[in-house]
């Protein structure tokens, strides 16, 4: 077997302020050719003793080094559950420096930016073709804005009947921003148990007229698909509730099932997941949100309108129309997150809806192969069938190995290791999304690694107590990392 | 793993001990454990009034962020300021000095109905 993980030379750098000598510098000004004027002393800062003072090749080596010590999906596999990891293709890059997109200002007149107008108003349509939505905005900053911008919308749609409902239903195996959102639009979690899935039973014991809504993450977190969803939406909305899903699981379901035909009322898309747009180094991201016919006058503006009917508009008419007077209102600046949108609409273009359907059943299929090849090695703590992601517990790990451990053993062997420890209905998770884009080759590998680890437990556990041991730092001490961070330079600190 | 005799205990692992008319509430052995290293917690303030079964504050470990569920209703009476720059005190000792809150009770035998030790270890041989 290759073990992709192995050492070699990395070279150490040090902090900025360390580089740092008096006098020098980046950049030459010309001579100053007008009179000189002090700044104002309220307007100095003091207390940044040491500032930095360094040459360009200073800056340029400092951040080539950094950059060398970082893992991508373009250094290797990168199985993060949940996360959606999957490659981002480069033409989604290319299309996005295509200097008419890249270069255009925000505040450009409609008709002067009918190009990026257009493409707006063909990805928001896009997807709502493959949510099954009959709008869609592309106004939120991210996936958090989104689920945020979806509750502010039941909301206001229930206030403007005047219901005062206080509670939202979230289950075990929602995604775990969902209670952060609900909280934020101002209503009380209530918590439901599952068994694996939602079971209508469960949510009709807990379905009154106290609750505005059911959050649900379609497949769940344990990678199942809720396969009560119709029977339970139409239960909620009998007893006039609505239905949010939280689309960080679109992955498994494009071109094959439609979250708007099985009874979903609001659902966000993780562009920087779904859509192979970057994702990480903090953004940024693009969380739209899809909404039935009732609830499309709450949503969020302005956004694109164009005479005419679907991609067939006139031509030379998009433009960006105010949010009427029942809107949520503003969520961002401008347009949004534009060059993420780009990306976004240039993938789903290449792909085209069969290559949509094709990368959902890739994913699931690898999903199923990693399931196969590590089920019996690993404990399966659910054993109904996966969508696109497998969670493994550490039950059955031998030599008071545990989770955490095996995910610190995987760097050795060079792989990113997976999400651990969610969802918190399984004790010491480990939740494996390969996602489409990695071959059998690829995940064979990584399998092999997993097996290997699961034996260096039984028969040398103090390698993954130990480990990792091959990376430039050991293992953190991210206790005291929590406890007592330092957050910034001190000299000689 | 220990859980003393005269502590009741409930299904999200919590404590209590009744003294003199007060609940003193914290988080199990069993709890500590299966969280890991404690880093933070968040305590309600005096006078909340608390309703059994609502979370009333969080712990966070480097691995998970939790609630923490009123066992009983009543009025914080008093809180363990001390959790809040020293956290790893739930790890060391969660049923004396990881104490986390005092309640006034509403009902003075409603701890009555909560788990003893034997049924709570009971649940957790079942649960692991």
Same mark, same amino acid.
């Given at each position: 077997?290759?073990?992709?993980?192995?050492?070699?030379?990395?070279?150490?750098?040090k902090?900025?302020?360390?580089?740092?000598?008096?006098?020098?510098?980046?950049?030459s000004?010309?001579?100053?050719?007008?009179?000189?004027?002090?700044?104002?002393a309220?307007?100095?800062?003091?207390?940044i003793?040491?500032?930095?003072?360094l040459?360009?090749?200073?800056?340029?080596?400092?951040?080539?080094r950094?950059?060398?010590w970082?893992?991508?999906?373009?250094?290797g596999?990168?199985?993060?559950?949940?996360?959606?990891?999957?490659?981002?293709?480069?033409?989604?890059?290319?299309?996005?420096r295509?200097?008419?997109?890249?270069?255009?200002?925000?505040?450009?007149?409609?008709?002067?930016?009918?190009?990026?107008?257009?493409?707006?108003?063909?990805?928001?349509?896009?997807?709502?073709?493959?949510?099954?939505?009959?709008?869609?905005?592309?106004?939120?900053?991210a996936?958090?804005?989104?689920e945020?911008a979806g509750m502010?919308?039941?909301?206001?749609?229930?206030?403007?009947?005047?219901?005062?409902?206080?509670?939202?239903?979230?289950?075990?195996t929602?995604?775990?921003?969902n209670?952060?959102?609900?909280s934020l639009?101002?209503?009380?979690v209530?918590?439901?148990?599952?068994?694996?899935?939602?079971?209508?039973?469960?949510?009709?014991?807990?379905?009154?007229?106290?609750v505005a809504?059911?959050?649900?993450t379609?497949?769940?977190?344990?990678?199942?698909?809720e396969?009560?969803?119709?029977?339970?939406?139409?239960l909620?909305?009998?007893?006039g509730g609505?239905?949010?899903?939280?689309?960080?699981?679109?992955?498994?379901l494009?071109?094959?099932?439609?979250?708007?035909?099985?009874?979903?009322d609001v659902?966000?898309?993780?562009?920087?997941?779904?859509?192979?747009?970057?994702?990480?180094?903090?953004?940024?991201?693009?969380?739209?949100?899809?909404?039935t016919?009732?609830?499309?006058?709450?949503?969020?503006?302005p956004?694109?309108?164009?005479?005419?009917?679907?991609?067939?508009?006139?031509?030379?008419?998009y433009?960006l129309?105010s949010?009427?007077?029942?809107?949520i209102? &503003?969520?961002?600046?401008f347009?949004?997150n534009?060059?993420?949108?780009?990306?976004?609409?240039?993938?789903?273009r290449?792909?085209?809806?069969?290559?949509?359907?094709?990368?959902?059943?890739?994913?699931?299929?690898?999903?199923?192969?990693?399931?196969?090849?590590l089920?019996?090695?690993?404990?399966l703590?659910?054993?109904?069938?996966?969508l696109h992601e497998v969670?493994?517990?550490?039950?059955?790990?031998?030599?008071?190995?545990?989770?955490?451990d095996?995910?610190? &053993?995987?760097?050795?062997?060079?792989?990113?290791?997976?999400?651990?420890?969610f969802?918190?209905?399984?004790?010491?998770?480990?939740?494996?999304?390969?996602?489409?884009?990695?071959?059998?080759?690829?995940?064979d590998?990584f399998?092999?690694?997993m097996?290997?680890?699961?034996g260096?437990?039984?028969?040398?556990?103090?390698l993954?107590?130990?480990?990792?041991?091959?990376?430039?730092?050991?293992?953190?001490?991210?206790?005291t990392?929590?406890?007592?961070?330092?957050l910034?330079?001190?000299?000689?600190? | 793993?220990?859980?003393?005799e005269?502590?009741?205990y409930?299904?999200?692992?919590?404590?209590?001990?009744?003294?003199?008319?007060?609940?003193?509430?914290?988080?199990?052995?069993f709890a500590?454990?299966?969280?890991?290293?404690?880093?933070?917690?968040?305590?309600?303030?005096?006078?909340?009034?608390?309703?059994?079964?609502?979370?009333?504050?969080v712990v966070?470990?480097v691995?998970?962020?939790s609630d923490i569920y009123?066992?009983?209703?009543?009025?914080v009476?008093?809180?363990?300021?001390?959790?809040v720059?020293a956290p790893?005190?739930?790890?060391?000792?969660?049923y004396?000095?990881?104490w986390?809150?005092?309640?006034r009770?509403i009902d003075?035998?409603?701890?009555?109905?909560?788990?003893?030790a034997?049924?709570?270890?009971?649940?957790?041989a079942?649960?692991?």
């Amino acid at each position: 077997m290759t073990i992709v993980g192995t050492s070699g030379l990395v070279l150490n750098e040090k902090l900025l302020f360390e580089h740092s000598d008096p006098g020098r510098k980046g950049y030459s000004l010309p001579k100053l050719d007008v009179p000189s004027a002090e700044l104002p002393a309220e307007l100095c800062r003091q207390e940044i003793n040491g500032f930095p003072e360094l040459s360009e090749v200073d800056v340029v080596r400092h951040f080539t080094r950094l950059s060398t010590w970082n893992y991508g999906v373009d250094s290797g596999f990168y199985p993060l559950g949940s996360c959606t990891m999957k490659y981002n293709p480069k033409v989604n890059e290319a299309a996005a420096r295509i200097p008419g997109l890249a270069g255009i200002h925000p505040a450009t007149p409609s008709h002067l930016s009918q190009g990026i107008l257009e493409l707006m108003y063909r990805l928001q349509s896009a997807l709502a073709e493959i949510s099954g939505f009959a709008r869609v905005t592309l106004q939120p900053a991210a996936g958090a804005q989104g689920e945020l911008a979806g509750m502010l919308v039941i909301r206001a749609w229930h206030e403007a009947r005047g219901s005062k409902r206080t509670k939202v239903l979230i289950p075990d195996t929602a995604h775990g921003t969902n209670p952060a959102t609900a909280s934020l639009t101002g209503y009380d979690v209530m918590p439901i148990a599952s068994e694996g899935i939602l079971t209508l039973e469960e949510v009709e014991a807990h379905m009154n007229d106290d609750v505005a809504a059911l959050m649900v993450t379609n497949p769940n977190t344990l990678g199942l698909f809720e396969s009560n969803i119709e029977a339970i939406c139409k239960l909620v909305h009998e007893r006039g509730g609505m239905v949010y899903c939280d689309g960080a699981n679109l992955n498994a379901l494009m071109g094959i099932a439609r979250p708007g035909d099985m009874g979903i009322d609001v659902m966000h898309f993780n562009l920087h997941k779904t859509f192979s747009t970057p994702h990480g180094g903090g953004g940024p991201g693009s969380g739209p949100v899809g909404v039935t016919e009732e609830l499309i006058p709450y949503l969020p503006g302005p956004g694109v309108e164009c005479d005419g009917l679907g991609v067939d508009c006139d031509k030379e008419s998009y433009r960006l129309e105010s949010a009427n007077a029942d809107s949520i209102g &503003r969520m961002m600046a401008f347009h949004g997150n534009v060059g993420i949108m780009v990306r976004a609409y240039a993938y789903i273009r290449s792909m085209g809806p069969e290559g949509l359907k094709y990368a959902s059943e890739m994913a699931v299929l690898n999903a199923n192969y990693v399931r196969a090849r590590l089920e019996g090695v690993y404990d399966l703590p659910y054993k109904s069938r996966s969508l696109h992601e497998v969670i493994f517990s550490d039950k059955d790990l031998e030599g008071s190995c545990h989770t955490l451990d095996v995910a610190k &053993r995987l760097i050795d062997y060079g792989y990113h290791p997976p999400t651990i420890y969610f969802p918190l209905v399984v004790k010491g998770a480990i939740m494996i999304e390969p996602t489409e884009t990695e071959s059998r080759e690829i995940l064979d590998e990584f399998c092999d690694a997993m097996i290997s680890i699961a034996g260096e437990a039984r028969d040398n556990p103090d390698l993954l107590h130990q480990a990792p041991i091959r990376s430039k730092v050991r293992r953190l001490d991210e206790t005291t990392a929590a406890r007592k961070p330092k957050l910034r330079w001190e000299e000689g600190g | 793993m220990e859980f003393p005799e005269e502590f009741k205990y409930t299904e999200d692992h919590e404590w209590v001990m009744v003294e003199e008319g007060l609940a003193v509430i914290g988080i199990s052995d069993f709890a500590q454990d299966a969280l890991g290293d404690v880093v933070f917690v968040e305590l309600p303030e005096v006078g909340v009034v608390l309703e059994a079964g609502k979370a009333f504050g969080v712990v966070e470990s480097v691995k998970a962020v939790s609630d923490i569920y009123a066992p009983i209703a009543g009025t914080v009476e008093e809180i363990n300021d001390e959790l809040v720059d020293a956290p790893e005190i739930i790890n060391t000792s969660p049923y004396e000095d990881g104490w986390m809150i005092k309640i006034r009770m509403i009902d003075a035998s409603a701890a009555d109905n909560l788990m003893d030790a034997e049924a709570y270890q009971a649940l957790i041989a079942e649960e692991s």
